[in-house]
């Protein structure tokens, strides 16, 4: 497998894993089995971020709306991922993988909470890849929290208010200590964002793939990776201000 230029490596990918039921049903089997299944997918990325030297991977594992579902489908998520957690926290430990979770964790139950913070705590000091899990997370929740985290210090006297500008807001969203997103990717056909990482979309590169979730890999990433490498970011400059740079 080739691996790309250092300098064309994008240092935060987001991706939202798409595809888990379609896969399952065109097995014809039940949904569930297609979110297990996606579990590979997840170590395969993970795979390939350490190998790539990609510094953060986040990850969109349930959303704030996917409470929505089939209470069934919800259950077996949520059972999965308790599982998923005591199985592969030591791996990612010993890989140098630093786990957390971001998203309203106040509505999952104590003992999955109490698995949350265990793996927070055995991989807090590692430093090879942030790895963000986003369960019962969404964009508009981030912002929503931030702003009224902010609102609340001014209100203190802890914070003027002609101190707040963008900056000061990004330090207050669920990734404030790690590098500006890069890359999105989305899985599974949909062209659309779906409340994921609104605050760091601003200035990613998006892609999108018809692949479904499951079957994503290693081979998958590096085919984003060497799209992403190939497109001239601007920041609002121009093409020939870039390439002078």
């Known amino acids: 497998m080739t691996t790309t230029?250092?300098?064309?490596?994008?240092?935060?990918?987001?991706i939202v894993m798409d595809g888990n039921g379609r896969w399952a049903k065109a097995r014809h089997r039940p949904r569930?089995?297609?979110h297990n299944a996606g579990?590979?997918?997840?170590?395969?990325v993970v795979e390939g971020c350490?190998?790539?030297?990609?510094?953060a991977?986040?990850?969109?594992?349930?959303?704030?709306?996917?409470?929505?579902?089939?209470?069934?489908?919800?259950g077996a998520l949520l059972d999965?991922?308790?599982r998923a957690l005591d199985k592969e926290v030591d791996e990612l430990h010993a890989n140098g993988v630093r786990l957390r979770f971001i998203g309203d964790l106040n509505a999952f139950e104590k003992p999955l909470r109490q698995r949350m913070l265990a793996a927070?705590?055995?991989?807090?000091?590692?430093?090879?890849?942030?790895?963000?899990?986003?369960?019962?997370?969404?964009?508009?929740?981030d912002i929503m929290q931030a702003a009224r985290k902010l609102a609340m210090a001014v209100a203190r006297g802890d914070l003027p208010l002609d101190a707040i500008d963008e900056a000061e807001f990004d330090r207050w969203?669920?990734?404030?200590?790690?590098?500006?997103?890069?890359?999105?990717?989305?899985?599974?056909?949909?062209?659309?964002?779906?409340?994921f990482l609104l605050w760091q979309l601003a200035y990613a590169e998006l892609y999108f793939t018809d692949t479904l979730w499951p079957d994503f890999n290693q081979i998958s990433l590096q085919h984003a990776i060497n799209d992403f490498a190939r497109r001239e970011r601007r920041f609002g400059r121009t093409g020939d201000q870039v390439a002078q740079a």
């Open 5 to 14: 230029t250092q300098k064309y490596v994008p240092r935060h990918i987001g």
């Open 32 to 34: 569930s089995f297609g």
């Open 39 to 44: 579990r590979k997918a997840v170590r395969e």
């Open 50 to 55: 350490l190998r790539q030297g990609v510094e």
């Open 57 to 74: 991977l986040t990850l969109f594992a349930f959303s704030s709306e996917n409470w929505q579902r089939p209470a069934e489908e919800v």
């Open 80 to 82: 999965l991922f308790v």
């Open 120 to 141: 927070v705590r055995r991989t807090v000091g590692n430093e090879k890849l942030h790895m963000n899990i986003a369960v019962n997370y969404g964009g508009r929740w």
């Open 173 to 195: 969203t669920s990734l404030a200590e790690l590098p500006p997103l890069d890359l999105f990717i989305r899985t599974g056909g949909d062209r659309r964002v779906s409340n």
